[in-house]
């Protein structure tokens, strides 16, 4: 089966940094997009950034000039870097694939979320 698996949540201080870490793993024909998107408490989950095949990168303009999204295509894997964080930027932060598994139709799967918490 294909998983999302993420790492590099965690507590950081306003201006710290962080960087998020996210794998795919199982039978992938290929990969069209990876992004991250992110869920604050009580508000809707909102698109952070997006890695699309071909080398094309959307941010999102709340996190634009300090954020970094990256991919890795050999080892099936996306990054983000967060820079000069801030409060605001406290979310549950989730991975987010639209792939071609074998013999499927491409869909999408999600992580299951890492926490980020930017407090002093």
């Known amino acids: 089966q294909v998983q999302l698996v993420e790492s590099g949540g965690g507590l950081v201080q306003p201006g710290g940094s962080l960087r998020l870490s996210c794998a795919a793993s199982?039978?992938?024909?290929?990969?069209?997009?990876m992004g991250w998107y992110r869920q604050a408490p009580g508000k809707e989950r909102e698109w952070v950034a997006t890695?699309?095949?071909?080398?094309?990168?959307n941010y999102a303009d709340s996190v634009k000039g300090r954020f970094t999204i990256s991919r890795d295509s050999a080892k099936n894997t996306v990054y983000l870097q967060m820079n000069s964080l801030k409060p605001e930027d406290t979310a549950v932060y989730y991975c987010?694939?639209?792939?071609?598994?074998?013999?499927?139709?491409?869909?999408?799967?999600w992580g299951q979320g890492t926490q980020v918490t930017v407090s002093s």
């Open positions: 199982g039978s992938i024909s290929s990969i069209n997009i």
């Open positions: 987010h694939a639209n792939l071609r598994a074998s013999h499927t139709s491409s869909t999408d799967y």
């Open positions: 890695s699309i095949r071909g080398g094309i990168i």
